[in-house]
């Protein structure tokens, strides 16, 4: 009976020693640091921080140490005591330089995405482009004078401006729903790309808290919430380029807040004979503040304005006549103007111990004003077949999520489970035939365009220990709304669409360095409100069905590789027509391919990535040989060398490569592919930098847009198939200086 007594008080006094630790992760700045990794070397118990530094950390006792790491800081262990369970811990990390052989893939968080924080450390992005190159796999073309959205290229998509991707910043969606020049555009040049502190993207949709859009996979941009020091910088280049930075910071030494503003002036004429006159101006401003308990506040507010004329994209047979240089043009009155203003309230609270809220409430006013003219003189032998694309939307909505820790017996179980509201109501969204940018010739389209999206979405993880298993479920509805003001009698359309998207998702930490996954996932194909309409809600959200297998592994103390096969089958594709404002479906279409990437530090200030894709994207209902998807790239690869922080230098040599391509379904017309390399040097001294960045080194004669498209020239009596294309850069050299205080 005695030894009965004395086996149950110790096991009391042992419970009752073991307790839980509450505290905060910061750097030296007083700034809380995300996912930084608290680990008891005594008990095996760990945790990591949140977004607002916090961790709670259980199973502790008297006399354990702790050891707390995150890349870029130095490891710190801290020998536990009995007063520390009676406060708050405060854990400050001194930051480093990032060193690869310090990454352990089983204690980060996201790997894959945390790797993209190394590239934005070690190959700083200074233009709004480079922001979406930095997604592994993700290819851009710019065509249409620097204004108008980047047209992407992923996983065997030729994406457009946005159909199947979902892209957002701060949580905020980016994504124009039935825009006037096409499902899904995405303007991302309001980011200022100083201001971007992190990248989260996830391909495929395996995701449950993205829906629409995110098909090929979603890209999320988080900004900085404060600024290590203001600066100032100025560029000239080439082509009349400017640019001009400024970088303030509101609210230096402040304790519990931050507030900084950023500026950004672009101008810009393009190596084109007819000068685009580009030009951009951009304003940014974020305050931050945490309370006594760390919830945190987030406020941004921007506002971005821009105006160009474009060389459009310009038929093959004028520049192998001699007619026209690659630079010229055929219609230089192309062009448009655009602006949009965002405002953006987050707000992170830990409702409990075990339980966080994470929300953010969004309003953005957009306009649009697009003039392109695809054919010529197809349709309009004497006018011309220019075309003006118009809109002026509002958005407004709001994400919230609660995430909860619990046990199930010896299981830990973490609960994800979330509202999402967006609502958009736009306002004369207008196709019209025009000429020389003044005259309206016809009006082809013109309504008001209501939409909105009411998603829930609940993810469960159960963690075994080394296994894990990840199902969720996803739940859309959509309201559309059209009124089309061309008709003599008021009609309005509507049409209620719901999707619900299961995943599944599987994890093996196979070793310390080793990470496997599948994944697996329904999602859908986005579309148009006047589509939805049109078709009386019918086969209007096909479905999609996609699995990866992958893995993430450091073979080596200083090299990382990721890979994955995958596989993705779509019930209907659609393809926008823009001259016409119409979507045509297009059949089922199946993809697969490889993901391939490294990352590989030679020492404390060399640094080597490379990321390589291959796909295999074919129409399932046509006959082999006329099955081809137009524009899907079938491989490519970007990477480069970059240099970091050696005796003041820093820098490096890029390249991006995309292989030839179907531009029509029986491959008999092909688009090209291309091989250019980027270079760049900095030289930092006191609190100046000089900087050198030369677009093109080896000046290749690249295009950097194609499509297979019909026009007809004002003398010419037929029309024409074949490529036409914008060209890419030449060698392009510009100077930056720029001043820290």
Do not use: C
């Amino acid at each position: 009976m005695k030894s009965y007594l004395l086996i149950l008080s110790f096991i009391f006094v042992t419970v009752s020693n073991a307790q839980q630790i509450k505290g905060v992760v910061t750097n030296s700045a007083n700034q809380p640091l995300e996912a930084a990794y608290i680990y008891n070397l005594n008990s095996k118990s760990h945790a990591h921080s949140s977004e607002n530094g916090v961790f709670v950390l259980a199973d502790n006792k008297g006399g354990d140490s702790l050891r707390i790491g995150l890349l870029g800081f130095k490891n710190r262990t801290i020998a536990l005591n009995e007063s520390n369970f009676n406060e708050k811990l405060n854990i400050v990390l001194e930051e480093k330089s990032f060193q690869l052989d310090e990454l352990v893939i089983t204690e980060t968080l996201n790997p894959v995405s945390t790797i993209t924080r190394l590239d934005l450390n070690t190959n700083p992005v200074n233009s709004s482009q480079e922001i979406l190159r930095k997604v592994p796999g993700l290819i851009i073309g710019q065509h249409a004078g620097g204004g108008k959205a980047e047209q992407i290229f992923l996983r065997g998509f030729d994406i457009d401006h946005g159909t199947d991707i979902s892209l957002s910043v701060d949580g905020m969606p980016i994504n124009m729903v039935s825009h006037a020049h096409g499902q899904g555009y995405s303007d991302l040049h309001f980011v200022i790309p100083e201001t971007v502190n992190k990248i989260d993207f996830g391909k495929g949709s395996y995701y449950a808290e993205r829906g629409d859009f995110a098909t090929a996979g979603y890209v999320d941009f988080s900004t900085k919430d404060y600024l290590k020091e203001s600066s100032v910088a100025l560029s000239i280049g080439q082509f009349n380029s400017l640019r001009t930075l400024g970088l303030f910071n509101l609210l230096e030494n402040t304790k519990n807040q931050n507030a900084y503003l950023a500026t950004e002036y672009l101008a810009n004429d393009g190596p084109y004979e007819s000068p685009q006159n580009f030009n951009r101006l951009n304003l940014f401003g974020k305050y931050v503040t945490f309370s006594p308990i760390n919830d945190k506040l987030s406020l941004t507010l921007s506002h971005f304005t821009s105006r160009w004329d474009a060389s459009g994209q310009i038929p093959q047979r004028e520049v192998d006549n001699g007619n026209i240089t690659r630079f010229g043009a055929i219609d230089d009155t192309e062009g448009g103007t655009t602006q949009r203003t965002n405002f953006n309230v987050e707000f992170n609270k830990h409702i409990s111990d075990h339980s966080t809220l994470k929300t953010n409430a969004f309003y953005s006013h957009y306009g649009f004003e697009l003039y392109s003219n695809f054919t010529f003189f197809l349709e309009d032998p004497t006018n011309g077949d220019q075309i003006k694309q118009k809109e002026n939307r509002h958005i407004l909505g709001f994400n919230t999520a609660i995430t909860n820790e619990s046990n199930l017996g010896a299981t830990e179980v973490t609960t994800t489970s979330g509202i999402s509201l967006r609502h958009d109501i736009i306002n004369d969204i207008e196709l019209s035939h025009t000429l020389n940018k003044s005259n309206t010739l016809e009006q082809i389209q013109l309504g008001d365009l209501n939409q909105t999206n009411l998603s829930a979405f609940t993810n469960v993880q159960f963690n075994f220990g080394k296994f894990k298993i990840a199902p969720a479920l996803r739940l859309d509805y959509f309201k559309f709304l059209y009124h089309d003001k061309l008709q003599t009698n008021y009609i309005s359309q509507a049409e209620t669409k719901t999707m619900l998207s299961p995943k599944l998702n599987f994890y093996y930490d196979a070793a310390s360095n080793l990470q496997l996954y599948l994944k697996s996932g329904m999602g859908f194909h986005s579309n148009d409100t006047r589509v939805v309409v049109s078709q009386q809600g019918k086969e209007v959200l096909p479905r999609s069905y996609g699995v990866d297998l992958g893995s993430i592994w450091k073979p080596l103390p200083k090299l990382i590789v990721n890979s994955a096969l995958w596989y993705l089958f779509l019930e209907q594709e659609f393809v926008y027509v823009g001259d016409a404002g119409i979507v045509e479906p297009s059949g089922k279409t199946a993809r697969y391919g490889a993901d391939l990437g490294l990352r590989y530090q030679l020492n404390n200030w060399l640094y080597f990535d490379t990321d390589a894709t291959y796909t295999y994207a074919r129409s399932t209902e046509d006959p082999n040989g006329e099955n081809y998807i137009p524009l899907a790239p079938d491989f490519t690869m970007a990477g480069g060398i970059s240099v970091n922080n050696l005796n003041g230098f820093s820098g490096g040599m890029r390249y991006r490569y995309i292989d030839d391509r179907p531009a029509n379904e029986d491959n008999i017309i092909v688009a090209h592919g291309y091989f250019v390399t980027d270079f760049n040097v900095n030289y930092s001294f006191n609190n100046i930098t000089l900087g050198l960045v030369i677009e093109n080194l080896f000046d290749t004669e690249w295009n950097e847009t194609q499509f297979a498209t019909e026009s007809r020239l004002q003398n010419e009596a037929q029309p024409v198939e074949e490529i036409h294309f914008t060209p890419g850069t030449p060698f392009f050299i510009k100077g930056t200086i720029a001043y820290k205080f």
